[in-house]
């Protein structure tokens, strides 16, 4: 069972101004201001705007200053969604209680590393002197940047914030982590190894280093001048993903659990399927069939028929590949006829891409959907194309009763999850 949500996006800071935002239409692009990227093809992304640890408390604003914008949203989510939870406020064994991430680096000094570099060269050959590298490291470096540098930093901070003292476990499969770590703790209480999991992920990598990777890649969108028009999921016109950043979390409980404290459930995870395509890092199968692996298999785990999925929420990313990839793969799925009536977006052509995070704040998205019985839109479809030809509620939301709704997330190196989530 579901029983808390928090999140920080692009379009809000917690859950109820996101899903606002998102059945809005509303677009959370724009130019870079994290760095100066007038030198880079894309110049620009999804950035989270608005957020301090000082709207929680300041005491957590002090204690985490000097985490990364990672881990400081994957904080606040937990803070929101463990709230929303009550659990604190009921007896619980705090061995009994676990933390499951998906994310990806941790805090990365990259002005730092830049200026301890120059610094270190040899002024004719440009060439790094190691040792006078290692020297001015060891005397400016930050001791903690270590541990803080580690993906599974937030999980250990989350951990020790609210007493878990059960399973903790980071995934790092890419843009399908999130939504990975997910199914693995829903894994975990099934075992009967916890009551209740933190589960989710985050991710920031608006920096030099991640925009020049994707740049090089030519995977992201060069719209600059539109910005919010940039992220286009399955229109012909397409031309890449828009890199973001946040952090999306989901308390986990077993039902009688959750259901002897009384707790308010926002819906039910009823499957869950992982593959992988075993084909290239970079690329998805072009028959998709480590996706559609993943949602059969999804759909197995929650005993239904492809008949009884009422929504899909896609991966969307609004590139080439992956929009006709996944598409294929919902045909193959679904079988042509269902899968022309059933309605998928893609949240991604408001929210950009976050990554790691990416498949936590789709599921919490899935589920407000199941429960306000709305459907949030793919902005800017504007040209079909022929072989994206589905029904991807096109710009604007869609009222509609959802029963059970599928979520996709895959990434690179040919990673594949499908969560089912169904109404309580």
Not at 331 to 337: A, L, T, W
Not at 385 to 393: F, K, M
Request: with cysteine.
């Amino acid at each position: 069972m579901v029983t808390g949500l928090g999140c920080v996006t692009p379009v809000g800071n917690d859950v109820s101004s996101t899903w606002l935002s998102l059945c809005q239409g509303r677009s959370g692009i724009g130019p870079i201001s994290l760095f100066d990227a007038q030198s880079f093809p894309t110049r620009i992304a999804g950035e989270v705007s608005g957020f301090s640890l000082e709207d929680y408390s300041l005491e957590l604003a002090r204690r985490f200053a000097t985490l990364g914008r990672n881990a400081q949203f994957c904080l606040a989510a937990s803070l929101q969604a463990v709230c929303d939870s009550g659990f604190q406020e009921s007896p619980r064994q705090p061995e009994r209680t676990g933390v499951y991430l998906g994310s990806g680096e941790g805090r990365t000094d990259l002005p730092l590393l830049a200026s301890l570099i120059h610094r270190s060269c040899d002024q004719e050959g440009g060439r790094v002197d190691r040792s006078q590298f290692l020297r001015l490291g060891i005397r400016e470096i930050d001791p903690y940047s270590e541990s803080e540098q580690e993906p599974e930093d937030a999980a250990a901070q989350i951990a020790e914030l609210f007493d878990a003292q059960g399973p903790n476990s980071n995934c790092v499969t890419a843009c399908a982590a999130a939504a990975q770590a997910i199914g693995e703790a829903a894994e975990v209480i099934r075992r009967g190894e916890a009551d209740l999991m933190i589960a989710g992920g985050s991710h920031s990598m608006i920096h030099p280093l991640a925009v020049t990777g994707f740049c090089l890649l030519h995977a992201m969108s060069t719209s600059n001048d539109h910005p919010q028009e940039a992220s286009r999921p399955f229109d012909r016109d397409r031309n890449g993903f828009v890199l973001s950043e946040g952090a999306g979390v989901l308390v986990l409980e077993e039902y009688e659990h959750a259901r002897r404290r009384g707790a308010r459930i926002h819906g039910e995870l009823l499957g869950y399927g992982a593959t992988a395509d075993a084909y290239r890092v970079t690329d998805m199968h072009p028959a998709g069939r480590g996706a559609a692996a993943a949602m059969r298999s999804a759909l197995r785990s929650a005993r239904l028929d492809p008949s009884e999925i009422n929504y899909l929420s896609a991966h969307g990313t609004s590139t080439e590949v992956n929009d006709r990839t996944e598409t294929l793969a919902i045909k193959s799925v679904f079988g042509e006829e269902h899968a022309k009536r059933l309605p998928i977006s893609s949240i991604k052509s408001m929210l950009g891409h976050l990554v790691a995070a990416g498949g936590a704040v789709e599921a919490i998205a899935t589920l407000r959907a199941i429960n306000d019985s709305t459907l949030p839109p793919t902005i800017n479809y504007q040209t079909p194309d022929p072989e994206c030809d589905l029904d991807y509620v096109p710009n604007t939301a869609r009222d509609t009763r959802i029963e059970n709704a599928l979520s996709n997330s895959f990434g690179f190196g040919g990673q594949n999850v499908a969560l089912v989530f169904g109404r309580c």
